[in-house]
């Protein structure tokens, strides 16, 4: 397994893939170290997940340039996603045991009954390139916390990333099996999942990953949390504030080289202030720079692959075909690496790529609309439901809106972003469950009904 930088196409190291005896020995000794781990108290687990917030800062540059090499992150936004990582793991150090406490629900006079939230054994992360860090840190902060243990399986460009992560919690004092990385394909998933000693799976991936890793843990009865894809709305109704609306639009159609599933694509811009919007998007996208991700003045770095580039520019180059119009960019740069340059289209038929499917990459797709119903719909008329944006003044307005977009979440007058104290996931076919907050860490956690009676209540055979 090689691990190649996009910017320049050098190979910076190469990895022994497990093999089939490989991937059994750590199944089984993260089954073995669950019997332990689960057992220990929340105090202790919650020690444990605050040295890894500690050890992530200690050596943030490093991780962060680790990215950075993989798969193209400007460095900045590297050295954030490892504080992001880090504030992960202190929420779930300082909230897990609330979140766990046993809840006592009052039935019978005479009866003690409770809800208990107790861990299930090893869990399957299968994980994306595009946030190597906070992906998994999202994912592992709560469900090590909860007593699971965590078997990485982690984007095939970036093993280097995988492997620094479980060195993370290998610095932190985790028992050995607490968290495993598996380098390996992901023809070999099936097998994986299918393991009666894996316990549930999570994914963040594309749609058709998250399709095929259900239909596996669905057949073997396993539990799964799926985030996958989003077409995200950016909604600008007449009174929003155009020049704070233009300039994060751009940040949001740009962030992390425009390779988020929570980036904004879509802009649905009303019409008696779609001229001003776009005479501000297109000139701050214009501005963003594009270059050596390890400069610190770079906006936007290569793609993470050269055939993701390829691919992005396919559906630009459908999308004009069928009508579209090239307000900026639309050509791969003149330069070594997949480099795409900061792209707007306008006039966008209904059945092209820009208005239908995902665009993984800085390529923003604008939409005049004439009132706030068909706003609406245009955010709506996509298969996707992750997350959206809308810019407008009048918070009830705003709040009505809102309830009205099919999306996991709506963000008022700011970028979508995922935060630990929220929750986050999507509907429709941006897949289900949430990750963070009290919601994430009870995902992947049996909620166990007790009653303790001292005289038997027994009233028949009705369930």
Known sequence: MESLNPATGDVIDTFDEDDESAVDEKLQRATDTYDEWHRQPIEERQRLISNAADVLRENKREYAETMTAEMGKPIESAVSEVEKCAWVCDYYAEHAAEFLQDEHIGTEPDVESYVSYEP????????????????????????????NVGLLKHASNVPGCAM???????????????FTTLLVGSGEMEDV???????AVTLTGSEPAGRAVAETAGSHLKKTVLELGGSDPFVVLPDADIEDAAKTGARARCINSGQSCIAAKRFVVHDDVYDEFMDEFAAEMESLTVGDPMDEDTDIGPQAREDLMNDLHEQVEESVDAGATVEL???PLDRDGPYYPPTVLTEIPEDSPAAREELFGPVASVFRVSDVEEAIRR????????G?????????????????????MVFVNELVKSDPRLPFGGVKDSGYGRELSEHGIHEFVNEKTTWVSDVSHSEGGVE
């Open 120 to 147: 299930l054994g090893p869990v399957l992360a299968v994980m994306p390139w595009n946030f190597p860090f906070w992906q998994v840190f999202r994912f592992a902060a709560p469900n090590l916390t909860a007593g």
């Open 164 to 178: 620094a992560i479980q060195e993370v919690f290998e610095e932190a004092g985790y028992p050995d099996g607490a």
């Open 193 to 199: 999942i299918a393991d009666d000693r894996l316990a």
């Open 329 to 331: 960019g639309g050509e």
């Open 379 to 386: 955010a709506n008329d996509t298969t996707y439901g992750l």
């Open 388 to 408: 959206a944006s809308v810019w407008t003044q009048d918070k009830r307005r705003a709040k009505e809106v809102a309830r009205e977009i099919e999306a996991g």
